[in-house]
């Protein structure tokens, strides 16, 4: 029987958990940035019954959201901060989810608005690993998940100006059972764009980051990661 989405979320967590303990890539000492989502999840539980197993001991985490945080103060995971003495800025590996995973594995980040922190301990980890179900490859961005765009409040207008003069269809991002937008876990809001053409993730990362009053897009171009993609006949393709 086919594997639903949810399933194809776990067997692509819990897939890349071992294969990159056998690897090597996930060790007992290290330091291990952990992503933020519904695929992310599952990876943290996955490193938790590797430490409860006895497999990794010494692990210390970063966590990139409240919703990671808590996960690692339930599962037991010591978490620090990118600037606690034991971390000196710098992690071993990030492990994460993506909303999009391009052929040259770019990425579109962000989903759950939180791309800002997700970006810094991906970009300032050695290693990056993404894990994803099948409905996460795509083609190309720009023209599907919307990529989100994390933003200074007093800035909304002038950005979102500078963010359409990009040729993007802009939108900002609605709370669910809270009224007004979304803020996210640094305070910021969030504009979700949207193009009618595949656009360059690559340039327009720079390009958007430029713009003043931004904090950080969503597209992940710089730390190119190695990707765990589950589909639903139970096979996990490595990319
Ligand atoms: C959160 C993220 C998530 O990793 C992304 O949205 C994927 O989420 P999920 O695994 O729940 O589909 O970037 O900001």
Not at 82 to 87: E, Q
Not at 106 to 127: F, P, Q, S, V
Not at 140 to 155: D, M, N, Q, R, S
Request: net charge negative; proline share 3%.
């Amino acid at each position: 029987m086919a594997l639903s989405q949810s399933e194809q979320k776990v067997l692509a967590a819990t897939t890349a958990v071992d294969s990159l303990i056998s690897e090597g890539l996930i060790f007992s000492g290290m330091k291990i940035g952990l992503g933020t989502g519904s695929t992310a999840m599952p990876a943290v539980k996955r490193l938790a019954e590797r430490i409860a197993d006895g497999t990794l001991k010494d692990i210390k985490a970063v966590a990139t959201s409240f919703q990671t945080t808590l996960a690692c103060e339930d599962l037991g995971i010591p978490v620090y901060t990118l600037n606690d003495r034991a971390i000196g800025g710098q992690l071993d590996l990030a492990i994460d989810g993506a909303d999009e995973v391009a052929p040259e594995k770019t990425l579109i980040k962000g989903g759950g608005a939180a791309l800002l922190r997700e970006k810094i301990i991906a970009y300032n980890a050695k290693h990056f690993a993404i894990v994803a179900d099948e409905s996460k490859k795509v083609d190309g961005h720009g023209t599907g998940f919307a990529l989100p765009v994390e933003i200074i409040a007093e800035a909304r207008v002038p950005v979102v100006k500078a963010l359409e003069k990009l040729g993007a269809e802009c939108v900002l991002r609605e709370g669910v059972k809270k009224a007004g937008p979304v803020i996210t876990d640094n305070g910021n809001m969030i504009i979700d764009c949207r193009w009618k053409q595949k656009v360059n993730a690559a340039e327009l990362e720079e390009v958007i980051d430029d713009i003043t009053g931004v904090v950080e897009c969503g597209f992940f171009t710089k730390n190119v990661p190695v990707v765990f993609i589950a589909h639903a006949d139970g096979s996990v393709e490595r990319m």
